[in-house]
């Protein structure tokens, strides 16, 4: 069995004093004590840097400099990292009670090195509603980042063997490094329940048509043979946003690459357990989708066999 984790927990800034004490309390009000915290900060200029200097209950170490972006700052911070599991927490997002201990569990008791679970998006209006997240593995290819950021713990090592988060990337670069952690194999363990409180609002959150562009883009280096329409018509198809027409000629002029035909069935497959488990309120569109994927998933199957 391993030993408990230091947790070394990444709070990327720039004028947050607004929400910084939250973030704050949420990392005290953990029943876990092995925990360093580093904010990376963007220069702020309105008291951020003072509220983080006057917590004296935590172990913090304060790093503010300009930076090129959020991705900047996240991966100072990795590199900063002194702890074996590695978390980032945006600084209006919260812990929920005991997130830790939980994930110091999974951690102790089995091999993975990338550990989430859930989140909870809050609103401005305070309401919270559950993150729909994703399989961790090939399906998430096609489609995005499988679960929040802010709800990963890595470890240090495989930060070590995947690398910094790409900057190319503005707001993408957290689902473009979970890709490249899928395509390595990387040992995984999800933990049931939510672990943070995620707020709306940031930059991921009000950026659509930048974190669309980047979507497909993410895609395509996945699978260099996809043009940017492609990629969208398979990412659209997977979330159930489009009807899926072209997803059949797609897979069939991309047959003789296997990782993407068979990435793309096995997105349509869970997109079809979930389709299969809606509310008998949404019970016909569950049953069109559901009959969609799984004539794609049949055909599918046919290409990657002839």
Known sequence: ???????????????????????????????????????????????????????????????????????????????????????????????????????????????????????????????HS????????????????????????????????????????????DAHWVHRAIRARTPFKRLRGALVEFGYGGKSTVSDELIMRESYAVICENFPSLDPDEAEHLLRAVRGWNDAERVEDILARHRHDTDLVMSAALAFLGRARRCSGAPAAVSAPAVNATAIYRRLLGRAGRLLRG
């Open 130 to 173: 559950p993150r729909a997240d994703e399989e961790f593995g090939p399906a998430a290819l096609v489609s995005g980042i499988p679960f929040s950021h802010n709800a990963m713990f890595a470890s240090a090592e495989l930060y070590r063997q995947i690398g910094p988060y790409d900057l190319r990337y503005r707001i993408c670069a």
């Open 1 to 127: 069995m391993r030993a408990p984790p230091v947790f070394s927990v990444v709070i990327p800034t720039f004028n947050s004093a607004a929400v910084l004490q939250g973030a704050f309390d949420s990392i005290a009000n953990q029943r876990y004590d092995r925990i360093e915290v580093l904010v990376i900060d963007g220069k702020s200029s309105d008291g951020t840097l003072d509220i983080a200097s006057a917590r004296d209950d935590l172990h913090i170490s304060i790093r503010s400099e300009a930076d090129q972006g959020i991705y900047d700052a996240i991966n100072k911070g990795v590199a900063d990292a002194r702890g074996d599991l590695v978390v980032v927490l945006g600084s209006d997002d919260r812990f929920l009670p005991n997130a830790l201990d939980n994930v110091a569990a999974a951690w102790r008791s089995g091999e993975a090195q990338l550990i989430a679970g859930g989140a909870l998006l809050m609103a401005a209006d305070g309401s």
